[in-house]
Each structure stands twice: as C-alpha cells, then as structure tokens.
C-alpha cells in the first residue's frame, strides 16, 4: 500500500502538496510532470500553452524531461478525498484523486434555481436553507399536493417565469421546478421534479404530475432527476411534463391546477 496521509502527516502533506502544485495552474499534477532544465515543474497541459515553449519561471527554453523523481514520489501517495469535510471516507491514490473527486457523492451541490445565475454551492442543509432564505422557495411537507401557478402576468410583464416549491418528503428534499415562458404569443408550461442528492438515491422515487383546468387534464409520470444533472438534461431526456397552447386555449393557462404525487 502507499503511504497514507492522516491527520498526524498534515505538515509532510504540506510541504509535499507544494511541489505537486504545477507552477502555472497552481494546480495539482498528473503524470506526466515535466521540468525545466532549472528543475521548474509544470503539469502536461500547461507545458503545451506555454508562450514560445519557455519556462513560466525562469524563461529558459523547455525541453521533453520529465521528473520521474516527482512522479514516483506521487505513485506512493495516498490522500484523503478533499469532500471528507461533508463525509466521503475515501482514501484515494493520488493519481486517481481527481477522477473521484470528480464525481464523488460528497461533493457540494449546485443551487438549482434555474431561473437566474446563483454561483451558491454547499451539502443538502446548506443548500435548503439558502433556496428558503435567499430565493425565498416555499417549503411544503408530504407526499401529494395540489398548487397553482400562476403565469397570467407573461403577457403583461415579461415572457419568462420561474419558480421552484421545495417538498419535504420520505426525509428527502425534492424540487419542483416551474417554468412558463412564451413562443410568440402561444404560453408555454413546463415541470419537473428533482432530488436535492445523487442520481442513485433518486433512482429510489418515482412521481406522478397532472396538469388541468376548465375539465382538463395532462398527466406525467417519472422518476426524479438529481439536482447535479442540468435543466437541458432533464429536457433531452423527455423527463418533463410540457404543455403548449394555442393563443386561443389561454384562458386555460391563466392559473393551471397542478398536482403532485411522490412514491417511495
């Protein structure tokens, strides 16, 4: 096995973290790590951006050598995942490290309030206070609901809205989003649903979506999308309820009763 770091190793981690640190980057190298004739270090990527293939350090000329000291000292490093902070156990090879970080199931969210840039990530606490708290989501408790969405003032006062409802249910927290927009003059209703977690515990849940007035009626059925797949994603994947109108059904899409139902 390599060399594991632990909390008693935190000052050789330290110092030997800062000779992995690519010197253009700053970030941590992968094999192959090239030097200078100087010793100066750099990752591959950058070693092929580098302005007139010269050192960023010492502004020598680069060659091919590679730092195979460097290289073997990284093949016996073991690391703690840098998600350990919000629960990930794993300890990883260094030169694996990145692969899992990138899709570890520790790793912070994203918020999923689509309607706007928000840059906020965090765990799942973190992540409901802040879709309360700063987007205002209103935040409802169960397995079934019937709500309304209002879109009557697209034709007033702008061509696009957005709104998700956060459901507190099986001790999971869902998304559903709302989206209403206009092509030309024909209302546009889409909805779907999402869990605040990994798309292996959404695989758990399905859920059912009708939307109706005036005796009508549109029904979805599906399974959650996790809050790490985009929007596009869940709209290339047909797992959404779309509903369009022509300008002569408006009347229908003024207050849309819409129900939920969600199952374990």
Known sequence: MGNRVVPGDLHFLTIFGELLKCSVCFEYMNRPIYQCHNGHTLCSSCKARVLNNKCPSCRQLLGNIRCLALEKMAESLEL?????????????????????????????YSCPWYGC???????IPLLVSHLTDYHKAVMLYGCKFELEFLIEDLYKYQSYKWDVTIINCFDKHFCLHAEAFLIG????????LSLIGNQAEAGNYSYS???????????????????????????ESADSLINAHASGYRSDMESPDSRIKLVD
Do not use: Q, W
């Open 117 to 123: 840039p928000c840059s906020a990530v965090g765990d």
């Open 185 to 192: 003059s024909t209302p546009v209703y889409m909805a779907f």
């Open 209 to 235: 979506l009708e939307i109706g007035g005036n005796g009508r009626k549109l029904t979805f059925e599906g399974i959650p999308r996790s809050i790490r797949e985009s929007k596009r994603s869940s709209l």
């Open 80 to 108: 703690h995942c840098k998600y350990e902070e919000f629960g990930c156990p794993e300890i990883i090879p260094y030169h694996t490290k990145l692969m899992h970080e990138d899709s570890c199931n520790f790793r912070p």
